[in-house]
């Protein structure tokens, strides 16, 4: 029906981009390692040799560009695409199970957006098709079929001839959920992010020891120091408290203007400064929900919520667990899913643990601990003895898993919570369950305790929520719920 | 509650032929050590503390894990669910309910099939179920039975 098209030329330069990006690590080795040694006419090698690459690449980008087509025919979103080996798929409508819709800050410049389409078979390593960079009307048009072929099984023919007159349409918003700056910044601060921006940082440095010479520069200032511990320190925290900054305004840039809307049985999340993204996502594919509170966000009385989602591809992590509110008041969250989810009752009595398997949480800390404090204070002469502060710690940490766990049938629903840093709870509807577990240890067995599992399927993998030494009968309980099949 | 089928009693035979199998690698290293405890005339206790772990292995690995592992495993295939019971100390029972089968499997390899036996493999939209050792014509059956009860259930993914 309509022709075929090409993407926006900007396709051809992201996808070089992309290209560079891969190579960039084994370039840098390269250029690092490669000519080390070699004088005269070999030594200019690698500077010939990367421009060489890039322009490579860029003319591979080109012809990629070229290569690709895409036309909305039958029914079918149909994609040829490949420089070398010619590749076309074809996608029905209404096998589509999501369309997400990303603006990079290529694209924004340009006033493109990328489109990922998602079927439930989305395996492979990347999602189903992706178009690269299209107009926003463009992008707009597809996701209008998409959405008629939806809710009406067929394409009306209008949608897909005519251009769509401007972009505002009636559609029917029932609720929205918006996060405030306050919170958007409570949330960043919070994030266990931090840790990982500083490791990375430190891996960084390490690596480049023998570029920098870290020696040269530190023996200076080393007599200096050795005075000084505490101006070591001082660096110390500064560091730290920059990798904080660094990774709290990363967090900032990606989840601002987070905002949910629910547009009849469909969830749309937008969010993003730089990078703009808005997902879609049919109510009836969600798996379960998850409730999250890490060990700073839980005395604010702030959680994060989750949704699992059975669409996704397996390497794009993010798109499996949908954040549905990223930092959210505990006691807020009942009242956003009834009106997103009415499905889940979040606000149910939960059922603690038995006190006798307080003692084997205590003894699973105390296994590990013992032993490596008694290692490490032996070793280590005077300093080693501080491992011993590990067992206060440990103890309270065991007490904190212990009491983080518990579990709750209501109706349909079972809920599953526990604790490993973040207090974890899972809400699952008994028809999403694709299976139960129970397991009992010899040592369970003898206090007549349980460890039971729940799975649901979670972009193309399962995912599990445990809740670990509850009275054996419960684990009964919950299994035989289970075995109830409404009829 | 507890499953009640056990799996083929010829399972046995072949868990234990694995456990040989593996006995023998490991026997192959420990002769090594002996011979190089021998060479170097370290002090003879350690050949023989070798030569009794290998032993002490060699009971576990054929006779005490295949034994435990068999009276363990347990299955039934009711017309709503499935279950399974596994393990060796830790005992696990997994649940499965027929509605969420999406495709059953039967596949041998070359020792299931020496004993006439296969194993058969359930799969739901996220997790794989085994049930190991069985014989062919009970897990021919079983597949039929559980894609036919699968089918008749059909409920909303």
């Given amino acids: ?487 | 509650m507890t499953p009640q089928k056990h799996i083929s009693e010829k399972a046995l035979k072949v868990w234990r032929l694995t456990g040989l199998f593996i006995s023998i690698a490991c026997w192959a290293v420990m002769i090594a050590a002996v011979v190089v405890i021998l060479i170097f005339d370290w002090p003879l206790w350690l050949a023989v503390g070798i030569g009794l772990l290998a032993m002490f292995f060699a009971y576990i690995a054929i006779y005490l894990v295949p034994l435990i592992r068999w009276k363990r495993w347990r299955y039934d295939v009711r017309e709503t669910e499935i279950e399974i019971q596994s393990g060796l100390l830790i005992i696990k029972r997994t649940l499965v309910p027929m509605v969420r089968v999406q495709h059953v499997d039967t596949k041998h390899g070359p020792l299931l099939r020496k004993y006439g036996l296969a194993s058969v493999e359930i799969s739901t939209a996220a997790t794989i179920h085994e049930i190991p050792a069985l014989d062919i014509s009970e897990a021919d059956n079983l597949r039929f039975y559980i894609s036919k009860m699968a089918s008749v259930v059909e409920e909303d993914v």
């Fill in chain 1, 1 to 487: 029906m309509s022709e075929s098209k090409r993407l926006h030329p900007v396709a051809a330069v992201s996808s070089a981009i992309k290209l560079i990006k891969d190579a960039l690590i084994p370039l840098v080795i390269f250029i690092l390692f490669g000519g080390g040694g070699v004088s005269g006419r070999w030594a200019m090698f690698e500077f010939i040799a990367i421009p060489v690459f890039i322009l490579l690449f860029v003319g591979y980008g080109i012809l990629d560009w070229l290569r690709f087509t895409y036309r909305i025919e039958a029914g079918e979103l149909r994609i040829e695409s490949g420089v070398f080996i010619r590749k076309k798929r074809y996608i029905r409508f209404e096998r589509i199970h999501s369309l997400d819709k990303t603006e990079g800050i290529l694209q924004r410049l340009f006033g493109l957006v990328k489109l990922k389409v998602e079927t439930a078979g989305s395996s492979g390593d990347q999602a189903d098709a992706t178009l690269t960079a299209i107009s926003k009307n463009e992008a707009e048009r597809i996701n209008r079929i998409f959405h008629e072929v939806k809710s009406s099984g067929k394409i009306a023919s209008a949608a897909e001839t005519q251009e769509i007159q401007g972009v505002e349409k009636t559609e029917e918003i029932q609720s929205v959920f918006q996060q405030s700056f306050r919170e958007l910044f409570i949330m960043a601060a919070t994030s266990g992010g931090v840790g990982v921006v500083f490791s990375g940082a430190l891996a960084f440095f390490g690596q480049f020891e023998e570029i920098i010479p870290y020696t040269r520069l530190f023996t200076g200032f080393e007599q200096f120091a050795k005075g000084s511990v505490a101006f070591i320190a001082i660096i110390v925290v500064f560091g730290l408290l920059f990798a904080y900054l660094i990774a709290t305004a990363g967090i900032v840039l990606k989840y601002a203007f987070f905002t949910v809307k629910k547009n009849e049985d469909k969830i749309v999340i937008s969010r993003g400064l730089l990078e703009r993204r808005q997902l879609t996502i049919p109510l009836e594919k969600v798996q379960a929900i998850r409730i999250t509170e890490n060990l700073i966000r839980q005395p604010l009385g702030y959680a994060s919520v989750y949704v699992e989602y059975a669409g996704g591809s397996i390497l794009d992590k993010e798109s499996s667990h949908i954040m549905l509110f990223p930092l959210i008041k505990k006691e807020k969250i009942q009242e956003m899913i009834r009106q997103f989810i009415p499905e889940y009752e979040i606000q149910v009595q939960v059922n603690p643990l038995p006190k006798r398997s307080f003692k084997r949480y205590q003894f699973r800390v105390w296994l590990i601990i013992i032993p490596a404090a008694a290692i490490c204070s032996y070793l280590y002469q005077p300093w080693g003895y501080l491992s011993l502060l590990f067992m206060p710690l440990g103890a309270s940490w065991a007490y904190l898993c212990y009491r983080g766990a518990g579990w709750n049938i209501t109706g349909n629903q079972l809920q599953l919570r526990s604790r490993f840093f973040s207090k974890q709870t899972f809400i699952f509807q008994k028809k999403r369950i694709q299976a139960v577990y129970s397991e009992v240890s010899p040592f369970q067995k003898r206090a007549n305790l349980a460890s039971v599992s729940a799975v649901v399927k979670s972009g193309a993998g399962p995912r599990a929520g445990k809740v670990v030494d509850l009275e054996a009968e419960d684990s009964d309980r919950i299994k035989e719920w289970f075995f109830e099949r409404k009829n």
